[in-house]
């Protein structure tokens, strides 16, 4: 609401910067020495005078409109900043609270789980402001970030195009039929947008990180099923399904007691689906990165933890134990098949885009091989890191200081920017490259006049490109 708030407030400045500048500019043409030079002529300066007394009476009403718009603008800025000062107050406060429940987050928050509770708030009660507590931050979040919201879909889109007119290309049925990108284009482009273009959200509540992961997470379920076995299949959907449960329950607002027995159930869920997927040296075997164990046995250490916790009166730390765990292990296995599938376009890209003048984004697509390069397991890593993080309140004291150098104004001359205003034109400039590049229109024609006016309708297109992503930025 604050950053709602703002923005009316950027608004309602600028719109009386306008009006002051009007009121400034009437003030400068009633004294304007040109008004006041006078004819000698008697009968020319009637008709003079005629005239500037009909000007007056029609600039009069502006005028007095023109001044009670001020007045109102003023009144609306005083209201806007009360408002607005009452907000930060309240955020400092929330924050205050914020604080000091996260320094009691070790500490015994209730009795231990076979001790009898002295008292229950119902259920429906603690289910109904849970619902609605989620709806609002839904709400509010959206609402305050909708050109965010709108990049988002710009590139899902570019992705999802980018995946279908590869598969246009390449005419080898079995090709298509053997590829994990290309055999379900929808399903695969939606995977990698959704866990891509989250980032674009700055601290995002848990209901909205929660559902992009569910969704690309079944996204991803119904790419890779041809790929693996019904093993690590049962196990993929075991942990999967741990994770929804684990987040729905993230997002109950007080504790119960029928809550701590829930929290018990599914970490000791996980810890033997864990143990299952670790303990079996043959289907160990059967998988080709080995990586996938190192979150596995990170998500059955901390939902140990968590049962232990619970036990004992922690409920806090148990409960965030219990949702970093499973995200921890959901994050991992989604960025690295994300990884696999964008390397796979890659690849597949180089048997397309083979000359020089065609490559596709200037990627030089016969240097990739059919593992991922290193620069990808360290974004995934970065990405693990940033979705496992927010799990604890502790990640703002790292999260707030980059986001306020991303934030912050920058003067040059007379030009006023942030970090995060040239990384938004950066990626506006990137998305118009992609729509130029994925819609190639250059052919080779024999006729030289027929030539001479494609190349003059391509350079039309490609400004044209240009020139819509640098009016976006």
């Known amino acids: 609401m604050s950053i709602e708030v703002r923005s009316l407030k950027r608004d309602i400045d600028r719109y009386q910067d306008r009006l002051t500048n009007y009121q400034l500019e009437l003030d400068s043409l009633s004294n304007d020495p040109a008004l006041f030079v006078i004819s000698k002529d008697s009968a020319n300066l009637a008709r003079y005078l005629g005239?500037?007394?009909?000007?007056?009476?029609?600039?009069?009403?502006?005028?007095?409109?023109?001044?009670?718009?001020?007045?109102?603008?003023?009144?609306?800025?005083?209201?806007?900043?009360?408002?607005?000062?009452?907000l930060e107050s309240d955020m400092e406060e929330i924050l205050y609270y914020q604080n000091r429940l996260s320094n009691r987050t070790i500490g015994r928050n209730f009795v231990n789980i076979w001790v009898p509770s002295k008292f229950e708030r119902p259920m429906n009660e603690i289910l109904y402001f849970s619902f609605v507590k989620a709806k609002l931050l839904y709400f509010y979040y959206l609402r305050a970030h909708l050109g965010k919201l709108f990049f988002f879909f710009l590139g899902t889109l570019i992705v999802?195009?980018?995946?279908?007119?590869?598969?246009?290309?390449?005419?080898?049925?079995?090709?298509?039929?053997?590829?994990?990108?290309?055999?379900?284009?929808?399903?695969?482009?939606?995977?990698?947008?959704?866990?891509?273009m989250q980032f674009i959200f700055p601290t995002p509540p848990f209901v909205f990180t929660i559902t992009i992961l569910t969704i690309a997470s079944i996204f991803l379920s119904l790419v890779f099923r041809p790929a693996i076995t019904g093993y690590w299949m049962k196990v993929w959907l075991s942990i999967l399904t741990l994770f929804i449960f684990a987040g729905l329950d993230n997002l109950v607002l007080q504790p119960s007691r029928l809550e701590r027995w829930l929290i018990l159930v599914i970490a000791t869920l996980a810890c033997l689906v864990g143990l299952l997927a670790l303990c079996h040296k043959k289907r160990r075997d059967e998988i080709?990165?080995?990586?996938?164990?190192?979150?596995?046995?990170?998500?059955?250490?901390?939902?140990?933890?968590?049962?232990?916790?619970?036990?004992?009166?922690?409920?806090?730390?148990?409960?965030?134990?219990?949702?970093?765990?499973?995200?921890?292990?959901?994050?991992?296995?989604?960025?690295?098949?994300?990884?696999?599938?964008?390397?796979?376009?890659?690849?597949?890209?180089?048997?397309?885009?083979?000359?020089?003048?065609?490559?596709?984004?200037?990627?030089?697509?016969?240097r990739v091989g059919k593992r991922a390069p290193?620069?990808?397991?360290?974004?995934?890593?970065?990405?693990?890191?940033?979705?496992?993080?927010?799990?604890?309140?502790?990640?703002r004291f790292l999260a707030d200081p980059?986001?306020?150098?991303?934030?912050?104004?920058?003067?040059?001359?007379?030009?006023?920017f942030s970090v995060n205003n040239l990384l938004v034109f950066l990626f506006i400039m990137v998305c118009a490259t992609c729509f130029q590049r994925l819609f190639p229109i250059s052919q080779q024609i024999?006729?030289?006049?027929?030539?001479?006016?494609?190349?003059?309708?391509?350079?039309d297109w490609e400004a044209g490109f240009y020139s819509f992503g640098s009016r976006l930025s």
């Not at 009166?313 to 696999?340: D, E, M, P, Q, Y």
Request: aromatic share 14%; net charge positive.
């Open 51 to 86: 005239r500037i007394r009909v000007i007056a009476l029609e600039i009069a009403p502006i005028t007095l409109k023109l001044a009670e718009r001020i007045n109102g603008v003023h009144e609306l800025q005083n209201k806007i900043n009360l408002e607005l000062a009452r």
């Open 402 to 416: 980059l986001r306020d150098f991303l934030e912050t104004g920058h003067r040059l001359g007379n030009y006023q």
């Open 160 to 196: 999802v195009i980018y995946v279908h007119v590869l598969r246009r290309k390449i005419n080898d049925e079995n090709v298509i039929q053997a590829s994990l990108l290309l055999h379900r284009p929808l399903l695969s482009g939606l995977t990698i947008a959704l866990c891509v």
């Open 374 to 395: 290193a620069f990808f397991y360290a974004v995934l890593i970065v990405g693990w890191f940033v979705l496992f993080g927010r799990n604890f309140y502790e990640f």
């Open 288 to 366: 080709k990165e080995r990586w996938i164990l190192f979150p596995i046995a990170f998500m059955v250490f901390l939902e140990f933890a968590s049962i232990i916790l619970n036990l004992f009166g922690r409920f806090n730390l148990s409960k965030v134990l219990l949702v970093a765990g499973l995200t921890n292990a959901v994050v991992f296995i989604l960025f690295l098949w994300v990884i696999r599938l964008v390397n796979e376009g890659l690849q597949l890209a180089s048997s397309v885009y083979q000359k020089q003048e065609r490559r596709l984004f200037y990627i030089n697509y016969n």
């Open 446 to 459: 024999p006729n030289g006049r027929k030539r001479k006016g494609q190349l003059r309708t391509n350079f």
